[in-house]
């Protein structure tokens, strides 16, 4: 239900954008990341209609999450990327109708499969 695309390889400092298509019910929704022996970290969440955005420190400034509910779509958009965002990125949806806009991973029940992105120096 919860799908994920784009990815792959990128250069330091160049740009990739990802995409996920969720269930037209869903409420927040959002972005985490997992790399080799860390544990699965938040990046960004966005509230229905897209009124309300949240980032984590790591990438503010950098990256820019949208909402097109027309199309039950979100999008990540990862500018000046960096080595250390190399990691399995996954959307994740909150079909809780009081979870607005979820920074943690207990707020969402939704989830997609990961997708890669690699960003090479």
């Known amino acids: 239900q919860v799908e994920e695309f784009g990815g792959g390889l990128v250069q330091a400092g160049g740009s990739s954008k990802l995409s996920c298509t969720a269930p037209a019910y869903v409420y927040s929704m959002g972005w985490f990341r997992q790399s080799p022996l860390k544990e699965r970290e938040f990046v960004a969440a966005i509230s229905r209609g897209g009124h309300a955005t949240t980032y984590s420190d790591s990438v503010k400034g950098r990256f820019t999450i949208s909402r097109d509910d027309d199309k039950n779509t979100i999008t990540l958009q990862m500018n000046s990327l960096k080595v250390e965002d190399t990691a399995i990125y996954f959307c994740?949806?909150?079909?809780?109708?009081?979870?607005?806009?979820?920074?943690?991973?207990?707020?969402?029940?939704?989830w997609g499969q990961g997708t890669q992105v690699t960003v090479s120096s």
């Open positions: 994740a949806a909150s079909s809780y109708i009081e979870i607005v806009l979820g920074a943690n991973s207990y707020d969402y029940d939704l």
